[in-house]
């Protein structure tokens, strides 16, 4: 049975739980619903890593077995050798368990089905419904019409049910090249819809297959294999996107005809279409994504700034947040493109439930309290969570010398500036109230130093304090206490929202800027931060340790995303 943790969102209605409602209410399916009530299934082929528009599909497939206490089968279509890998199945099951879905004993792979499917397409011979076509490649497309011509018969479509089963046999002994010959369903040349034009259902591969290693030479198409995939394993609502509507009437003709020739019992499974996810910033190809990586335009499959979900997780996106997204969103006929802001917006939405918060400095400038004693420090108390109380708090140690933000100063400060400039106030985050007194220069003429008097009488949380309020509030590191990290600034990898949009190459759409490596300083907290440990930098946005280059002592952040204009943002 698929499963997720018990704190998924309340589901919201649409037109697949419309069908699935009506279906079990007419008991569509009888005796073939077994011990389920629906079926449902996520078939990635094993050829590349999954992608964020995947992880919409994850989430309705599994949470529609979750909700209607039905089970989601996790099937790869390992039909062809050329271009699987068990890298790719490794990394498929991996991103699968992380968003919070798990398929039980229901692990199945197109290859479990090899014997079956050959031998249903000798059953498709031996009826006159399939024929061994040798025509080349060139000659095929030629052979098969555009959207406005209608196709024509191949020379080969009238070989005897006893020419084509002695080839297709001899296609399976291994002794013809790739190539040389395809098996093909008899269908209708003339068909409006292409892929009813008498669709190639096996080709000649001599590859060695991750699983079945040299047992096969010949190997079955998608269209050929997904839908007797989905009948052997009793799916009852194969759901896919909107591209593989014009290949459902296929998906019925091959099934319909097994259950006519008593192959395969009745009711069948259904095709049910809804639209892909459309996200802006992004391209969800797997062709470009392929080519991104061999081209080493991203530092891998896992790079935070691709839109896979290995890469995903790596840059502290999480499970909930997709699941959060999945729902927003929603389920719908209708192609729309979603802006990247929602994502990124629903994965603030959990992360500042999370994560404690943490004060790092990413552009430092030195500032000096003058009046304060230069061996002396003090213990300030920090929340781990300003909303949640029951995380408690920490301390932070504040010292004569501290580093701020160099944007957190300025010497001719534009109006409703309410941070430090020459006589200005502001208080230290979690400690005093400090007035700048003066600067010190390097010899370009560029504020290296920053010096100002404390008021004793205004530490936060201290009972009696001076309640006079500044308008600012500056976070700060001791620098006699903080610690230097590596940090990596991520943004979107592209820097149009419709990458390769018009005549453009999407390469040339990239974004220069998507990831910024500095040195940062943190608070001494931060440099014992575990591989994948999530915080908050205040004022800075979501971090996470990241989870292939942290060390022991020694973590690298990525920044997941930036922090809105919102309350957990401190203005000034």
Not at 350 to 379: F, W
Request: hydrophobic share 35%; proline share 6%.
């Amino acid at each position: 049975m698929s499963s997720v943790p018990s704190e998924a969102p309340v589901h919201i209605t649409n037109f697949i739980r419309n069908l699935i409602d009506e279906d079990l209410r007419t008991d569509k399916w009888g005796a073939r619903r077994d011990s389920v009530a629906i079926r449902t299934r996520f078939p990635p082929e094993p050829n590349g890593y999954l992608h964020i528009g995947h992880a919409k599909s994850i989430c309705l497939n599994f949470g529609l077995a979750r909700d209607y206490a039905g089970a989601c089968h996790m099937r790869f279509d390992d039909t062809n050798p050329v271009t699987e890998d068990t890298e790719y199945v490794d990394s498929i099951m991996d991103s699968v368990r992380w968003l919070g879905f798990d398929w039980g004993p229901n692990l199945f792979y197109a290859s479990n089905y090899f014997d079956r499917l050959y031998g249903f397409a000798e059953l498709f011979i031996e009826h006159g419904s399939a024929y061994v076509d040798s025509l080349g490649a060139e000659e095929m497309r030629q052979h098969r019409g555009t959207l406005t011509e209608p196709g024509r018969d191949s020379p080969f479509r009238t070989r005897s049910v006893a020419q084509n089963l002695d080839l297709f046999r001899r296609m399976r002994a291994g002794e013809f090249a790739d190539g040389a010959h395809v098996l093909r369903l008899k269908i209708d040349m003339q068909s409006p819809n292409i892929n009813l034009r008498d669709p190639v259902i096996y080709r000649i591969r001599h590859a060695h297959h991750h699983r079945t290693g040299d047992t096969w030479c010949v190997y079955p198409m998608y269209d050929y294999t997904h839908c007797i995939s989905d009948a052997l394993e009793n799916i009852t609502h194969s759901i896919c996107t909107l591209e593989f509507e014009d290949h459902r009437p296929l998906y019925d003709w091959v099934l319909n005809k097994l259950a006519d020739f008593n192959a395969l019992p009745r009711p069948l499974p259904q095709q049910y279409e809804f639209a892909r996810l459309n996200l802006t910033f992004v391209v969800l190809s797997k062709r470009k994504l392929i080519e991104l990586v061999e081209a080493r335009h991203v530092d891998g499959w896992d790079d935070p700034r691709m839109p896979t979900l290995a890469g995903a997780r790596r840059r502290g996106f999480t499970p909930e947040g997709f699941r959060l997204f999945a729902e927003r969103i929603g389920v719908s006929k209708a192609d729309s493109w979603i802006d990247m802001s929602i994502l990124e917006d629903c994965m603030r939405e959990d992360l500042n439930e999370r994560c404690e918060r943490r004060m790092a400095v990413l552009d430092p400038l030195r500032l000096v309290i003058d009046n304060y004693p230069a061996d002396a420090e003090e213990l300030c108390q920090a929340p781990n969570h300003p909303k949640k109380p029951e995380l408690g708090t920490r301390e932070v140690a504040l010292t004569r010398e501290l580093w701020i933000e160099r944007e957190d100063f300025q010497e001719n400060p534009p109006k409703g500036y309410f941070r430090l400039s020459p006589g200005a106030e502001v208080r230290l985050r979690y400690a005093y109230v400090v007035r700048c007194t003066g600067v010190e220069r390097d010899a370009e003429g560029r504020v290296i130093l920053v010096r100002c008097e404390f008021d004793p009488q205004t530490r936060s949380g201290t009972p009696g304090a001076t309640a006079r309020k500044v308008k600012g509030n500056i976070h700060w590191v001791s620098a006699r206490h903080g610690g230097e990290v590596e940090v990596r600034l991520y943004e979107r990898l592209f820097r149009e929202a419709h990458p390769g949009a018009g005549d453009r190459n999407y390469l040339d759409d990239l974004n220069p800027q998507a990831r910024r490596v500095i040195s940062a300083l943190v608070e001494p907290a931060l440099l014992a931060a575990a591989a994948g440990e999530q915080t908050q930098f205040e004022r800075h946005g979501y971090f996470v340790a990241d989870a292939v280059d942290s060390r022991p002592g020694k973590p690298v952040f990525n920044r997941s995303v930036t922090l809105r204009d919102a309350s957990d943002k401190p203005r000034g």
